[in-house]
């Protein structure tokens, strides 16, 4: 029912910032809770930051609070992360997710579609 597709992904040196964009489609959009997951080299994906339907509340990774911001435009149907301060342990595949459960959600059991990712790197 839901189709995500990310882009803004690529290299970025210490220090810089990075948006990604993830735009969905099949659904409306303002029904659903988004979020936003890495997965580094060798590691599992972990959750990274969500925001509930109306945009109106957000949860943020101890790791990256203070750095990343998550946004939604619900008439572009489109949900941001905001990405400064870039570290290299920041490096990973990004992916977005959507759920039609209430509240920002941090697990990854709790979300039913996803996108194909993106790939982020930082370097030294």
């Known amino acids: 029912q839901v189709q995500l597709v990310e882009s803004g992904g690529g290299l970025v040196q210490a220090g810089g910032s990075l948006r990604l964009s993830c735009a969905a489609s099949?659904?409306?959009?303002?029904?659903?809770?988004m979020g936003w997951f890495r997965q580094a080299p060798g590691k599992e994906r972990e959750f990274v930051a969500a925001?509930?339907?109306?945009?109106?509340?957000?949860s943020i990774a101890s790791s990256v609070l203070g750095r990343f911001t998550i946004s939604r435009d619900n008439a572009k149907h489109t949900v941001y992360l905001q990405m400064n301060s870039l570290k290299p342990e920041d490096t990973g595949v990004y992916y977005c997710?959507?759920?039609?459960?209430?509240?920002?959600?941090?697990?990854?059991?709790?979300?039913?579609?996803w996108g194909q990712g993106t790939q982020v790197t930082v370097s030294s």
């Open positions: 997710a959507a759920t039609q459960r209430l509240g920002p959600r941090s697990g990854g059991n709790e979300y039913d579609y």
């Open positions: 099949g659904r409306t959009f303002s029904t659903l809770a």
């Open positions: 925001i509930i339907r109306s945009g109106g509340s957000t």
